[in-house]
T-cell receptor, first 114, second 115 residues
Framework: AQSVTQLDSQVPVFEEAPVELRCNYS??????LFWYVQYPNQGLQLLLK??????LVKGINGFEAEFNKSQTSFHLRKPSVHISDTAEYFCAVSPRSNDYKLSFGAGTTVTVRA | GAVVSQHPSRVICKSGTSVKIECRSLDFQATTMFWYRQFPKQSLMLMATSNEGSKATYEQGVEKDKFLINHASLTLSTLTVTSAHPEDSSFYICSAREWGEETQYFGPGTRLLVL
């Protein structure tokens, strides 16, 4: 089984400031790692994913994340946020197996202020 | 990118009636579809996994007779909430995955309100 911990439930940040959202996971098997964003009353949109290879992954909208196997972390960063980045962010993992079931963290609410 | 649609986006129904929600993959063949439930300010809770042509696999605590799932084609899965009650009011989200792909693509969600 897998579990995901998002260390910050709410992150307020000023426009054009950097932001980091922390995610740690535990699993007895190898996993794939994902970050999704959810805007109000909408479904989830894939921001980025780590499957293999380079541990620094770049995604859409200027986001990037770094996989750290020894620390079992997959933190999400953006160097300069916009008002439009206000949303809920979910970290998720799935086992490298046929069912690919996702286990989600509790989510981090990012509020960007002018 | 892969697109998943859901219909309807919102539905209001009376207690005791049944509601059907459709989930479609628009530009790929979804061999596996997942149904989630999300309560306000909370994360997604997986309800069931369905593979095309097979019976759905339900997560522990989810009533299979209450939440009927059909995945009859590679582009369509349906969730029917039978004899809905106010406690079934929630945001239901589906996702779809193509065979051999590790990524799930999510629909926009359906807001169900049972009066």
């Amino acid at each position: 089984a897998q579990s995901v911990t998002q260390l910050d439930s709410q992150v307020p940040v000023f426009e054009e400031a950097p932001v980091e959202l922390r995610c740690n996971y535990s699993s007895s098997v190898s996993v794939y790692l994902f970050w999704y964003v959810q805007y109000p009353n909408q479904g989830l949109q894939l921001l980025l994913k780590y499957l293999s290879g380079s541990t620094l992954v770049k995604g859409i909208n200027g986001f990037e994340a770094e996989f750290n196997k020894s620390q079992t972390s997959f933190h999400l960063r953006k160097p300069s946020v916009h008002i439009s980045d206000t949303a809920e962010y979910f970290c998720a993992v799935s086992p490298r197996s046929n069912d690919y079931k996702l286990s989600f963290g509790a989510g981090t609410t990012v509020t960007v202020r002018a | 990118g892969a697109v998943v649609s859901q219909h309807p986006s919102r539905v209001i129904c009376k207690s005791g009636t049944s509601v059907k929600i459709e989930c479609r993959s628009l530009d790929f063949q979804a061999t596996t579809m997942f149904w989630y439930r999300q309560f306000p300010k909370q994360s997604l809770m997986l309800m069931a996994t369905s593979n095309e042509g097979s019976k759905a696999t339900y997560e522990q605590g989810v009533e299979k007779d209450k939440f009927l799932i059909n995945h009859a084609s590679l582009t369509l899965s349906t969730l029917t909430v039978t004899s809905a009650h106010p406690e079934d009011s929630s945001f239901y989200i589906c996702s779809a995955r193509e065979w051999g792909e590790e990524t799930q693509y999510f629909g926009p969600g359906t807001r169900l309100l049972v009066l």
